[in-house]
């Protein structure tokens, strides 16, 4: 059976979640897209190479 949990300590905790979110966002760079970021990395680990190698085969910038 699972617990119940309040409305208001869901509301909490998104809020809290959506603060991280906004702080990982700051910490990136808000120009940047982590959902891509994300994906180069899962796309290098399924063909066991490098996210350098992927940038280099797409012929992607190297940013920061």
Do not use: C, F, W, Y
């Amino acid at each position: 059976m699972h617990a119940r949990v309040s409305q208001q300590t869901q509301k909490a905790r998104i809020s809290e979640l959506q603060a991280e979110v906004d702080r990982l966002q700051e910490e990136l760079g808000q120009d940047k897209d982590a959902e891509k970021i994300i994906l180069i990395g899962r796309l290098a680990n399924l063909k066991e190479t490098t996210v350098r190698q992927i940038h280099k085969n797409l012929e992607l910038p190297m940013g920061d």
